[in-house]
């Protein structure tokens, strides 16, 4: 027991140099990682790491995908959803079945069956791979938005279409009705289960507002009670974890500045321990998988050459469904009246294409097939699964990984206009900030008089509501200036709402300002 602590805590040590040496050398942090865990993996007197399935997708899974759920934009979500619906269940769907072909026709022995259980487990992407990437290469926001969209939802759809293909496996037949159903109960069903588990933990911050430790411990709790739930009603445990998290996400609004402030700081500390070690045990996992080769008595060489076409046969099926969204989009928009800035073009489908990486759920779900059929005899192809499972992770994470900056700085985007400049947006906020003070004070004169503060205020506003001045204001007007502060906060919500060309990153910087001045405030 002393030694696995002791093995955590220098691995959480290896993490943290290797971030900090992948920022410098600017490339993403899940590469290097991966490349130090299979080079741990050969190091001589180390122990072996046995991944259980049942860690990543109870303990590693939940937390970050409510994570990535509760902070991304829904509006920008919702102007691209055909795109990001699109790729995260049609491509996946023609994803696996494309590998489950291939690998059919080129693996002496495997089933249609089997190969469609190795197309479910490598046909959902990584973001935080790409995100990783992006932040530190500036790109147009809608392909953040479809990648972070897509990535959210491709991990339920992929594990479906691995589910069933497996119970085919075991049970020797598969049934198209009964399929279509638990399909429609597993994500609707996973859908509405996460959204109520959602409803009542707002419910609880509303009606029993929490100590703010309390309040980010029931953020912690939410997202494995959902998975959980989801799990046992035999639905989707990832959707659970999603919609409950784009729900709660929704209603940040109903806690305190301080919960704000501290959660968003818990939770990006979080992920980013969780990211570290589900990569660095990708590649300490090598060992494992070379060894069960070594038991079945399948060539390296040969198994590589399958997985390296497989990951071929990956990524040009990702490419071409991208470019195919452009037709599309374009004969869409005429149909049904679709924005012409919301059209899909070449740059925007080839990065989109590029950025296929394999992160930790393949694996775990490789991982979780079992060693024997219900019968008692083994599970035939399972090492080879596994093996492709790990090439595939590595190659696209390395490939595209390492090379997605480069094209980035190449190729030149047009100006897409999806949302207002950041000047001019700021300029309204701020603008309208002022307006929204000096509303409240004229609708409130009794809480002015006799007050110079408050005058000041005024004053303060007045001239940035004329001029847009751009200096911040870290004054104390007791109780009403409080109330002013949640009459701005109250605006920038209603503007998030009600202007979708305004980047909702930039209204949540200015929401964050509010919350530190609130806080600021209240500790004078």
């Given at each position: 027991?002393?030694?696995?602590v002791?093995f955590?805590?220098?691995?959480?040590?290896?993490i943290?140099?290797?971030?900090?040496?992948?920022?410098?050398l600017?490339?993403?942090?899940?590469?290097?990682?991966?490349?130090?865990?299979?080079?741990?993996s050969?190091?001589?007197?180390?122990?072996?790491?046995?991944?259980?399935?049942?860690?990543i997708?109870?303990?590693?899974?939940?937390?970050?995908?409510?994570?990535s759920s509760y902070?991304?934009?829904?509006?920008?979500?919702?102007?691209?959803?055909?795109?990001i619906?699109?790729?995260a269940?049609?491509?996946v769907?023609?994803?696996?079945v494309?590998?489950?072909?291939?690998?059919?026709w080129?693996i002496?022995?495997?089933?249609?069956?089997?190969?469609?259980?190795?197309?479910?487990?490598?046909?959902?992407?990584?973001?935080?791979?790409?995100?990783?990437?992006?932040?530190?290469?500036?790109?147009?926001?809608?392909?953040?938005?479809?990648?972070e969209?897509?990535?959210?939802?491709?991990d339920?759809s992929?594990?479906?279409?691995f589910?069933?293909?497996?119970?085919?496996?075991q049970t020797?037949?598969f049934?198209?009705q009964?399929?279509?159903?638990?399909?429609?109960?597993?994500?609707?069903?996973g859908a509405?289960?996460?959204?109520?588990?959602?409803?009542?933990f707002v419910?609880?911050?509303?009606?029993f507002?929490a100590?703010?430790?309390?309040?980010?411990?029931f953020t912690?709790?939410?997202?494995?009670?959902?998975?959980?739930?989801?799990?046992s009603?035999?639905?989707?445990?990832?959707?659970s974890?999603?919609?409950g998290?784009?729900?709660?996400?929704?209603?940040?609004?109903?806690?305190?500045?301080?919960?704000?402030?501290?959660?968003?700081?818990v939770?990006?500390?979080?992920?980013?321990v969780?990211?570290?070690?589900?990569?660095?045990?990708?590649?300490?996992?090598?060992?494992?998988?070379v060894n069960?080769?070594?038991?079945?008595?399948?060539?390296?060489?040969?198994?590589?050459?399958y997985?390296?076409?497989?990951?071929?046969?990956?990524?040009?099926?990702?490419?071409l469904?991208?470019y195919?969204?452009?037709?599309?989009?374009?004969?869409?928009?005429k149909?049904?009246?679709i924005?012409?800035?919301?059209?899909?073009?070449?740059?925007t489908s080839?990065?989109?294409?590029?950025?296929?990486?394999?992160?930790?759920?393949?694996?775990?779900a490789?991982l979780?097939?079992?060693?024997t059929?219900?019968?008692?005899e083994?599970l035939?192809?399972?090492?080879?699964?596994?093996?492709?499972?790990f090439?595939?992770?590595?190659?696209?994470?390395?490939l595209?990984?390492l090379?997605l900056?480069?094209?980035?700085?190449?190729?030149h985007f047009?100006?897409y206009?999806?949302?207002?400049?950041?000047?001019?947006?700021?300029?309204?906020?701020?603008?309208?900030?002022?307006e929204?003070?000096?509303?409240?004070l004229?609708?409130?004169?009794?809480?002015?008089?006799?007050?110079?503060?408050?005058?000041n205020?005024?004053?303060?506003?007045?001239?940035?509501?004329?001029?847009?001045?751009?200096?911040?204001l870290?004054?104390s007007?007791?109780?009403?200036?409080?109330?002013i502060?949640e009459?701005?906060?109250n605006?920038?919500?209603?503007?998030?709402?009600?202007?979708?060309d305004?980047?909702?990153?930039l209204?949540?910087?200015?929401?964050?300002?509010?919350?530190?001045?609130?806080?600021?405030?209240?500790?004078?």
């Amino acid at each position: 027991m002393e030694n696995q602590v002791v093995f955590i805590v220098v691995m959480g040590f290896i993490i943290s140099l290797l971030t900090q040496l992948a920022n410098k050398l600017r490339i993403a942090y899940p590469v290097l990682l991966v490349l130090a865990g299979l080079f741990l993996s050969f190091i001589s007197g180390m122990p072996d790491i046995n991944m259980d399935p049942a860690l990543i997708f109870y303990i590693f899974l939940p937390p970050l995908l409510f994570q990535s759920s509760y902070a991304i934009s829904l509006k920008e979500m919702w102007q691209w959803k055909r795109v990001i619906l699109s790729f995260a269940f049609l491509v996946v769907l023609l994803t696996a079945v494309g590998v489950g072909l291939i690998a059919s026709w080129i693996i002496p022995g495997m089933t249609l069956a089997m190969g469609m259980v190795l197309g479910g487990i490598v046909s959902s992407t990584d973001a935080v791979s790409a995100t990783t990437i992006m932040q530190q290469v500036k790109v147009p926001s809608r392909i953040a938005t479809i990648l972070e969209g897509e990535s959210l939802l491709n991990d339920a759809s992929s594990l479906i279409v691995f589910s069933f293909a497996l119970l085919a496996v075991q049970t020797g037949h598969f049934e198209i009705q009964h399929a279509l159903l638990s399909f429609i109960w597993m994500v609707v069903g996973g859908a509405i289960i996460g959204i109520v588990i959602g409803i009542g933990f707002v419910y609880l911050h509303k009606v029993f507002p929490a100590e703010t430790n309390v309040t980010i411990v029931f953020t912690l709790i939410a997202p494995f009670l959902m998975y959980i739930a989801g799990e046992s009603a035999s639905a989707s445990g990832v959707l659970s974890v999603v919609f409950g998290g784009f729900y709660m996400g929704q209603h940040t609004k109903d806690l305190d500045s301080k919960a704000r402030l501290l959660g968003s700081s818990v939770w990006s500390n979080t992920a980013f321990v969780l990211n570290g070690y589900a990569f660095l045990l990708i590649g300490l996992n090598l060992r494992e998988i070379v060894n069960a080769f070594e038991s079945d008595g399948i060539g390296i060489m040969e198994a590589t050459l399958y997985a390296l076409f497989i990951t071929l046969i990956i990524m040009t099926l990702r490419i071409l469904n991208a470019y195919l969204a452009i037709p599309i989009s374009k004969w869409r928009r005429k149909e049904l009246g679709i924005n012409q800035k919301m059209i899909i073009d070449s740059p925007t489908s080839f990065i989109v294409g590029w950025c296929g990486m394999r992160g930790v759920v393949s694996l775990a779900a490789a991982l979780s097939i079992p060693f024997t059929l219900p019968g008692g005899e083994a599970l035939p192809h399972r090492s080879i699964i596994l093996y492709c499972t790990f090439i595939v992770i590595l190659t696209t994470l390395l490939l595209q990984g390492l090379t997605l900056p480069l094209l980035l700085k190449w190729i030149h985007f047009p100006k897409y206009h999806d949302n207002l400049d950041t000047n001019e947006a700021s300029i309204v906020i701020r603008k309208g900030l002022a307006e929204c003070g000096l509303r409240y004070l004229q609708d409130h004169p009794s809480d002015t008089e006799n007050d110079v503060v408050l005058h000041n205020i005024v004053e303060h506003w007045q001239a940035l509501a004329e001029e847009c001045a751009t200096e911040s204001l870290l004054n104390s007007a007791g109780q009403t200036y409080h109330k002013i502060l949640e009459a701005q906060r109250n605006y920038l919500y209603q503007l998030n709402r009600e202007r979708p060309d305004i980047d909702k990153e930039l209204i949540r910087h200015f929401i964050r300002r509010i919350d530190l001045e609130e806080e600021l405030i209240r500790n004078d």
